[in-house]
């Protein structure tokens, strides 16, 4: 059974500084990883995506994330926030034999001026 | 590219009615479509798979009967909430897996569905 843990339910923090959005999951398979984000009332879209090879990964917005095999992380970052990029943030974990995707509980980004 | 409809964006009804939402993939064919239902402040919880011309896979605890999913091309499946009551209230939202050309392992998402039965 595959699971994803996001550690943090709520971040908040000051526009223009770094912010990191932890994930870990659990597998016993190879899997994809993914960063989705959720605007308030609308579905929800692709940040970036871990299939194989380097394990940084850049994705749209200035958001970047690590996928670390040993510490089984994916964590998202971003070295400059801003006010727009407050909303829920969701790590997923998805087989590569089904493509169904699990999704961790969200994190709040609360970006303040 | 990679855009996906759903429809329609909110529904009221009352309780013991039944209602259809669609999802379209408008720019690609899906072979694979999935049914999530999201509560407030919550993650999605995958209700079902859908592929196109065959029965849909229902995730363990979710009521088959109650939740028709239809899939008749490529381009459109159906969810119908039957004989819904105000506990089915929830935010659903569906994805589609292209067949090709896209990023064959990236689910695209569509803009979801309020429900709310009274």
């Known amino acids: 059974a595959q699971s994803v843990t996001q550690l943090d339910s709520q971040v908040p923090v000051f526009e223009e500084a770094p912010v990191e959005l932890r994930c870990n999951y659990s597998s016993s398979v190879s899997v994809y990883l993914f960063w989705y984000v959720q605007y308030p009332n609308q579905g929800l879209q692709l940040l970036l995506k871990?299939?194989?090879?380097?394990?940084l990964v850049k994705g749209i917005n200035g958001f970047e994330a690590e996928f670390n095999k040993s510490q089984t992380s994916f964590h998202l970052r971003k070295p400059s926030v801003h006010i727009s990029d407050t909303a829920e943030y969701f790590c997923?974990?998805?087989?590569?034999?089904?493509?169904?995707?699990?999704f961790g509980q969200g994190t709040t980004l609360q970006v303040k001026p | 590219g990679a855009v996906v409809s759903q429809h329609p964006s909110w529904v009221i009804c009352k309780s013991g009615t039944s209602v259809k939402i669609e999802c379209r993939s408008l720019?690609?064919?899906?072979?694979?479509m999935f049914w999530y239902r999201q509560f407030p402040k919550q993650s999605l919880m995958l209700m079902a798979t859908?592929?196109?011309?065959?029965?849909?896979?229902?995730e363990q605890g979710v009521e088959k009967d109650k939740f028709l999913i239809n899939h008749a091309s490529l381009t459109l499946s159906t969810l119908t909430v039957t004989s819904a009551h105000p506990e089915d209230s929830s935010f659903y939202i569906c994805?589609?897996?292209?067949?090709?050309?896209?990023?064959?392992?990236?689910?695209?998402f569509g803009p979801g569905t309020r429900l709310t039965v009274l």
């Open positions: 720019d690609f064919q899906a072979t694979t």
């Open positions: 859908s592929n196109e011309g065959s029965k849909a896979t229902y």
């Open positions: 871990y299939l194989s090879g380097s394990t």
């Open positions: 994805s589609a897996h292209p067949s090709y050309g896209l990023s064959t392992d990236t689910q695209y």
């Open positions: 997923a974990v998805a087989s590569s034999n089904t493509g169904k995707l699990i």
